[in-house]
């Protein structure tokens, strides 16, 4: 599917140089397109520019579309997700010292420490 849609892409990229490179420019530039109101061609200098310049927005507006359409099937492929999108495990997390306690509890007495002399 991404091969279909990059394809396509590519072919509208190229007919937009294209149909850019035929339209007349006021600097003369190449003005392939016999733009010029000499007459003997198929199209007045107006429709022409007309045609050329509806064609050129059809053509960005198809070439902005595969470009979104392509950035969201490469987000589909992308790497498996950030550690940041994974939720928060709900349990607690172990005991840094092996969780073991520090003394044993249980029979062994308690003698209170001797009173601190002055």
Sequence with gaps: MINIVLVVHLLLAIAMVAVIMLQRSE???LGIGGGG???GGLMTGRAAGNLLTRTTAIL???FMVTSLVLAV???TRSA???VLDQPLP???PAPVGGGQPAAPAGDTPQTPAPPLAR
Aim: aromatic share 0%; no cysteine; glycine share 28%.
């Design 27 to 29: 600097g003369g530039a």
């Design 37 to 39: 109101g000499g007459g």
């Design 60 to 62: 960005a507006t198809a």
């Design 73 to 75: 099937l490469a987000n």
């Design 80 to 82: 498996p997700p950030s």
């Design 90 to 92: 709900l349990t607690a």
